[in-house]
C-alpha cells in the first residue's frame, strides 16, 4: 500500500533535464508535502538547486538499479517529463516496488505513450474513434510516397512517424519542398529510425492551439489552454522546432470551442485507451488547429508541452504535489485545481545553430539580474555550471518565463530580462504572445 501523500511528506524522483522539468521541480519544491525530491538531470544547474542526485548507474541493463534506488529511498512518486523514458516503458517498470506494492506514477505506461512515438498509432486510435483529425496515409516507400503526394491538389505535410524531438514534421510549400521532404526522411534517414515510416496528411488551415488535459485512468482534468510557438523566427517563418516560446491562457478559445475539444476530442480520446486497457495516468496534450471545419488534432503528445509546461506551471496556485499524485492515483475528482488569473509568457533563448546544429560552451551572463525582475522565472534547459560559470549546452538553452496581470505586462517583462540575459549567438523569436500571432 502506498503511504497517504495528504498527511506524509513523500519523496519523489523526477526524470528529465529540460526547462520542464525545471519547472516541474520548482512546483514541486514549493509543496509543503514534499520530503525529498531526487533527480536524474542533475546536469541542469537549475534542477541541481533543488534536488538530491540518483547516484546509481542505471544506463541500459542495469535499469534495474534505478527502482532498487527508489526502494531503497522511499520513492513514492515518480515524474515522469520526457516523452522518450514514457516510449521506453520507465513507467512500467518503476510502478512496482521490490515487496510488490505500486509506486506511483506521473506519467503514462509505454503502450500509452505509443499515441505520441508513433503518429501512424495515433492516427488509427483516431480512426477509430471517430476524433477530428486530417486526412492521411502512412508510407514506408519512398517511391510509393512520391506517387501519392503527386496526386495532390497542393504539397501535403510529411511526418516522421517515431520521436524526432519536435523536428520530425516538414510543411511544404511547393510540390518540389514536399518530394524533398519524402527524400530526406525515407532514403537519406534525416531522423533515423524515428523516420524509417512516414505519415502524409493534408495541411489543415487556421489557429493552432495547444490542450493539455490531465488523465488519472478515470477523470479527466483539462488544464488552462496554451499556445506555442514551434518555428524557429518571427512570423512563424524557418524551421520548426521544439517550441520558441509560448503563453497561457491563449485567449484563442472560447467557452464553447473548449467544450467541443473537451467532448469531440480528449473524451473520446481518453475512453479509446480505456477500452484497449491502455494505463494512462498523466499529461495528454492534443496539439490542435482551428480550421473552419471546427477543431481538429495536429499531434497527440503524453507529456507536458516544453515550453507550455513554463508558463502554466508558473500559474499553478493549488499544491503541485497533489495535482501529480492525484493524477498518479486515479483520484482528480476529490481535488480542487487553482491557476491564477494572471498571464504567463515563456520565451526561450536558444543557441546558435539552433535546430540543425546548436553550439554549445558560450558563457551566459546576466541572469540573476534578469530573476530580479518581478514576475520573471528564468528556467534552464541547455545550460551548464562549470566552476561558478554558466555555459550553453543545447540548443535551447533558457526558459524566460514572466507573469503579469495582462498578457503585455507578461510579456513585457519577459523581453525585459531577455535582454539582460547574453551569450554568444542567442536566438529569440520578438513576436511571442503578440497580439496577432501568425500561425503556419
Ligand atoms: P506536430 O509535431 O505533428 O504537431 O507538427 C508540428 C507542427 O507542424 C504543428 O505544430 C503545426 O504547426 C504543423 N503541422 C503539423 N501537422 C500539420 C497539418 N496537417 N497541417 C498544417 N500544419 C501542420
Ligand atoms: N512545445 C511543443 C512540444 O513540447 O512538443
Known sequence: MSSDPSNNPINILLVGAGGREHALALAISKSPKLGTLYATGMSNPGIAKLAQPVDVDYESEKFYRLNQFCDSHNIELV??????PLAEGWSDKLAKKSDGSSRMIFGPSQRGAQLEADKANAKQIMRAASIPTAEGKVF??????????????????VKA??????????????????????????????????????????KLQGTEVSVLA???????????????????????????????GAFCPSGTLTDELSHQIESEILVPTADALRRDEIDFKGVLYAGIMLTPGGPKVLEFNVRFGDPECQPLLTLLESDAIELLTATASGKLDKIDVRFSSDHAICIVLAAEGYPENPRKGDVITGVDDAEQIPGVTVYHAGTKMTKGDLYTNGGRVLSITATGKTREQAREAAYKACDLIEFKGKQLRTDIAANNPVHA
Open 161 to 202: 512517424t517515431g520521436l524526432a524531438k519536435g523536428k520530425g514534421v516538414i510543411v511544404p510549400s511547393t510540390m518540389d519542398q514536399a518530394i524533398d521532404a519524402i527524400d530526406q526522411i525515407l532514403r537519406k534517414k534525416a531522423f533515423g529510425d524515428a523516420g524509417k515510416e512516414i505519415l502524409i496528411e493534408e
Open 214 to 244: 490531465l488523465l488519472d485512468g478515470q477523470n479527466i482534468l483539462v488544464l488552462p489552454p496554451c499556445q506555442d510557438h514551434k518555428r524557429l523566427m518571427n512570423n512563424d517563418e524557418g524551421p520548426n522546432t521544439g517550441g520558441m
Open 140 to 157: 514506408k516507400d519512398a517511391d510509393h510516397a512520391d506517387e501519392y503526394m503527386k496526386t495532390r491538389d497542393e504539397p501535403y505535410v
Open 79 to 84: 515524474v515522469i517529463g520526457p516523452e522518450d
